[in-house]
């Protein structure tokens, strides 16, 4: 079942008199399950494909349908609520709010939803546990070592379990290790709990996790394999 | 929308640079606390002139006289002006000033024929009796704004220079500014002052049955006594006072434009830390846009965050200046008019809704801006 569906989609940007167009009347297509692999040169639009997928980037032209709705009609406060929902994002850089733990910067995501204390400390737990971070709850991300901060960004896009996890190069900045651990988390998310996964990456080996690759390069999408 | 993770959020992220943010509370506490000094003085000159009598009430001096203690009228010259067709009753008082140009912390002293005393003025005794007044010589009524700023009760000496008196009584009264007068004998004054006055008076204060014929009656008046030892010049209270405070007045709207002016300037501090603290976390708020947070949401937060600062700073600027009025007691005083500090609930909650008003105002640009920009361009700016 199609789980996202681009059909034409188009985004440029315009600076001064030049216009760099890194989507060009794209159409895709991902399986709901799918662990997808994005591939491709720096600045080939890889970010900006993730942006339209979560609805923080409107398309000019082109459809982007995800979970059968279609995100660009959306306004900005009801696509606030969807992404809250089925969205999980983990960004290029992790992100995490400086001045709050680990802890607290996990459960930030389930202030939007009507849970009791109980309920979000059960989620938060769970979702630190899944990372392999409990012990480090109370620390504040300045405490932690990147790859620690990258486990907990992603915690925090699983936290409120969305059937999505957007991943931009999640493993750009760590080692070896670091990087293993993180991907193995991904891959456990996708095998055991049915996530649609979009992975961007640079790292061939991350690459080899997917079940799909697809390569981005001027504007166009070439599929690369398939498993 | 869950309030604990809201508050939490405010919490850290003011305690984010804490040396910012109490700077910026300890501005908005002094210009909060300015503008309520000034309002409240402003209030209390109000509610000096308020009085309900003054209307009906005459104050001759002698003619001339550039202050209070430099009137002498002849005691005897009250039968006369008694005789006059519509006045009720004309009460003598000789009047002691600690100081007779404009200062803080005036001592205004009043001596009265203590037979006349009751039936001239309104004097709603809340402490002592009428009966140890009248016995002693040196026994004193004290109003009772001044008992609470020195702390008087019944039975206490009180001494200033050469005059001693003894409180007999505490009163209130209708006329606000007599509540800060001790009203004493008038021989005790007359004693104290120099021997060749001995026979004089201050002032005589003629109450009058038509409010109307105030003006007739005043002209008579000075006309009777235009041929005595001194001339004099008589007008209704209400205009004495307004005249007495007339500079005070002047100098009154000078300082509120001034204390405007500080809250304006305050405000633009305010306003240029919030936008400061908002630019530097317009990545982080991009990240909670793209979590799923929604902008109005986003935006109440930023706002709670300006006024709870800006509450904080009015409502600690607004307790120096109570401390202030209420330690230092001062009072203004003008020729004899005495100013307190008029510090009225009303007042405390203008201050809180000017803070607010401020801290709302100072948010609401930079706010706006951050929850609207796009999400992408922001990520790329943390
Ligand atoms: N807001 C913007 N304004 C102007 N140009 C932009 C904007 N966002 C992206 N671009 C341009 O679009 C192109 C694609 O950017 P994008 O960030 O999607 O690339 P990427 O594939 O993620 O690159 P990298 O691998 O380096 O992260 C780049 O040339 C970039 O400069
Ligand atoms: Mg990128």
Redesign the pocket.
């Known amino acids: 079942m199609a789980f996202v569906e681009l059909s034409g989609v188009t985004k440029s ?1 315009h ?1 001064g008199a030049t216009t ?1 167009t ?1 989507l060009d009347d794209v159409s895709l297509t991902i399986e709901q399950g799918e662990f997808f692999v994005l591939l ?1 040169p ?7 494909l993730l942006h339209l997928l979560a609805g923080i980037d409107p398309p000019d032209r082109g459809q982007v349908v995800v979970g059968g709705k279609d995100i660009a009609t959306l306004r900005a406060g009801p696509l606030a609520d969807w992404r809250a929902e089925h969205v999980g994002y983990v960004f ?1 850089q992790h992100h995490l709010v400086p001045v709050l733990t680990a802890w607290e910067n996990v459960e930030l995501p389930l202030f939007l939803f009507p849970l009791s204390t109980a309920e979000r400390t059960k989620r938060v737990g769970f979702a630190l546990r899944a990372v392999g971070l409990d012990d480090r709850a109370d620390h504040y991300p300045r405490q932690l070592s990147g790859g620690q901060e990258q486990r907990v960004a992603i915690a925090r896009a699983i936290v409120a379990d969305p059937p999505l996890l957007l991943a931009d190069e999640p493993t750009g900045n760590l080692d070896h290790d670091s990087a293993q651990s993180v991907l193995d988390l991904l891959a456990r998310l996708h095998h055991e709990r049915g996530k649609t996964i979009v992975m961007v990456t640079h790292d061939p080996n991350a690459a080899a996790r997917g079940t799909r690759m697809v390569h981005l390069d001027k504007g166009r999408l070439h599929e690369e394999a398939r498993r | 929308m869950n309030l604990r993770g809201s508050f939490r959020l405010m919490r850290r992220n003011l305690a984010r640079r804490p040396a910012r943010t109490v700077l910026t509370v300890a501005g908005v506490a002094a210009a909060i606390a300015l503008f309520v000094l000034v309002e409240s003085l402003a209030a209390g000159l109000d509610r000096a002139v308020s009085g309900s009598e003054s209307a009906r009430t005459l104050v001759v001096y002698q003619k001339n006289r550039y202050c209070p203690q430099t009137s002498f009228l002849s005691q005897s010259e009250a039968v006369r002006i008694a005789k006059i067709d519509g006045v009720e009753s004309v009460l003598p008082v000789k009047v002691f000033l600690s100081n007779c140009r404009t200062s803080l912390d005036t001592v205004a002293f009043h001596g009265v024929p203590a037979d006349l005393l009751f039936d001239a003025r309104r004097i709603d005794l809340i402490a002592g009796d009428r009966a140890t007044f009248l016995q002693r010589g040196d026994a004193a009524l004290v109003g009772e704004a001044f008992a609470q700023r020195r702390g008087l009760d019944v039975g206490d000496a009180f001494r200033f220079n050469r005059i001693e008196v003894q409180v007999a009584g505490i009163f209130r009264s209708p006329e606000p500014i007599e509540e800060n007068l001790i009203v004493t004998h008038l021989e005790l004054l007359q004693r104290s002052g120099a021997v060749n006055k001995l026979g004089t008076v201050t002032e005589f204060e003629v109450k009058i049955s038509d409010p109307a014929r105030g003006r007739a009656i005043a002209a008579e008046i000075d006309a009777l006594l235009a041929t005595s030892a001194a001339a004099t010049d008589t007008r209704a209270k209400a205009a004495f006072l307004e005249s007495a405070t007339a500079d005070l007045r002047e100098i009154l709207r000078f300082g509120r434009l001034f204390g405007i002016c500080c809250v304006a300037a305050v405000l633009a501090l305010v306003a240029n830390t919030v936008a400061m603290a908002v630019r530097e976390r317009i990545g982080e708020l991009a990240v909670m846009r793209t979590l799923g947070w929604r902008d109005g949401r986003l935006m109440r937060l930023l706002l709670a965050e300006s006024c709870a600062l800006a509450l904080l700073g009015g409502a600690l600027g607004t307790a120096a200046a109570w401390i202030t009025i209420t330690t230092t007691r001062l009072t203004l005083g003008v020729e004899g008019v005495l100013v307190g500090f008029a510090l009225s609930p009303r007042l405390v909650a203008t201050a809180g809704a000017v803070a607010l008003l401020a801290g709302l105002l100072a948010a609401a640009l930079p706010a706006w801006k951050a929850t609207r920009a796009p999400i ?2 922001a990520l790329r700016g943390a």
């Open positions: 940007f600076k760099i890194p491709g720096s600045g080939s639009g890889k970010t900006t290029q | 992408p361009a």
